[in-house]
């Protein structure tokens, strides 16, 4: 491929109006957040008298089926990924720094989500009478580590799992693109990149395929790796080269084929991920749909909103059906109570945390000379 390609009008402008960032993406990544909370609204058996009302099949898909947002999440994690990286060199300072830069964006928010959680924890315990809950100083070491699901020790907010997974992401991503950019010559008019990738990612179906169940090791990111990768060939493709819509829109197909063979909806949710956003690139709508106001808000305290909603959640409902002894009233005002409160306390973390971890992350210059994307 080329040695720079440049980056197309349609991704561009969308990163300039979505001020750095692109609105699908953004808005996307909001929608899935929300919708994982109504899944823990209804996982922990809080709006039963409500879902009751509704046709079984509107009640599957907007709350039972809310986990799959996690697909979407993972998708997403490897288009921004490879976004972040298009241009660049990964050389070892580059690889460094780009997972000091991704470690100081997320940890802040989620040590201040494990406070809350072991707190929450307590309150639940010793005031509203909840079973015990294991927030020991290993337990909690543990999980400010990222490495509670490696040593199988307990999450402290069940959430948390999937942070585990991105923090393997990022390290073997770097890995992979540090040893492809070490090639010198292309191969076939494929950079190193897109060779180590194309190969990661043909490996990487062997789980979503059911060709394998191998953990690997305990809590691994192996059976989901495929859903980041797809995320970077989608980047890939949305960055307008032609021969990488194809390879990005077949992988989308096979994923979705595989998920619909195994009966695995989470395969099938990153499968249609992958394919909606090569195709909204493609058509040029990165920068222009989902870029309603309230979405982009959204998008914005999604990662707080996704840390601290679920014990918010429980303990919420569990004070409201102490003074509401009527289920359906319950549901609903809990239900309402709950999504105000979500929003709210995630848009202070926001302000109070997360914003300025998006600041020193990015004091960790990741500028380096250029390189192609693919």
């Known amino acids: 491929m080329r040695t720079n390609i440049a980056i197309p009008t ?55 089926h809310g986990d799959l947002g996690v697909a979407i999440f993972f998708v997403l994690s490897g288009f921004v990924m490879a976004f972040t990286v298009k241009n660049a060199k990964v050389d070892s300072e580059f690889a460094t720094k780009f997972i000091l830069r991704r470690l100081t964006r997320l940890t802040p928010p989620y040590y201040f989500a494990i406070a809350v959680a072991v707190l929450v924890g307590i309150v639940k315990t010793h005031v509203l009478g909840a079973a015990n809950i294991n927030i020991s100083p290993a337990v909690i070491l543990a999980n400010m580590v990222y490495l509670q699901g490696i040593f199988s020790m307990p999450y402290i907010n069940i959430v948390f799992w999937t942070l585990c997974i991105e923090v393997q992401f990022y390290i073997a991503f770097a890995i992979l693109f540090l040893l492809g950019d070490s090639f010198k010559h292309p191969l076939a008019g494929f950079s190193g990149r897109a060779i180590l990738v194309l190969a990661a990612s043909l490996f990487a179906l062997l789980w979503p395929a059911s060709m394998t169940s191998v953990s690997v090791w305990t809590g691994s990111f192996f059976q989901f790796w495929f859903s980041f990768l797809a995320g970077v060939l989608v980047c890939w493709a949305c960055l307008g080269v032609a021969r990488m819509r194809l390879i990005a829109v077949t992988y989308a197909s096979v994923v979705i084929v595989a998920g619909c063979i195994s009966a695995a909806p989470f395969t099938v949710t990153a499968g249609v991920t992958a394919l909606l956003l090569t195709l909204v690139g493609m058509a040029g709508k990165m920068d222009s749909w989902l870029s309603w106001g309230w979405i982009q808000w959204l998008g914005t305290v999604s990662y707080s909103l996704y840390l601290l909603h679920n014990p918010i959640t429980g303990t919420s409902f569990r004070i409201i059906k102490m003074i509401i002894p009527n289920a359906l009233l319950a549901a609903v005002l809990g239900m309402a109570f709950v999504l105000v409160a979500c929003l709210t306390i995630a848009w202070l973390a926001y302000l109070m945390v997360e914003k300025p971890s998006i600041k020193w992350s990015h004091a960790i210059s990741l500028k380096n000379r250029q390189t192609s994307a693919q």
Do not use: N, Y
């Open 10 to 64: 349609t991704l561009a402008s969308g990163a300039k109006r979505a001020g750095g960032r692109l609105a699908f993406a953004d808005g996307l990544r909001g929608i899935a957040a929300l919708w994982v909370v109504l899944f823990h609204m209804s996982e922990g058996g809080h709006i039963d008298s409500f879902k009751a009302l509704l046709p079984q099949a509107l009640a599957l898909v907007i709350f039972d």
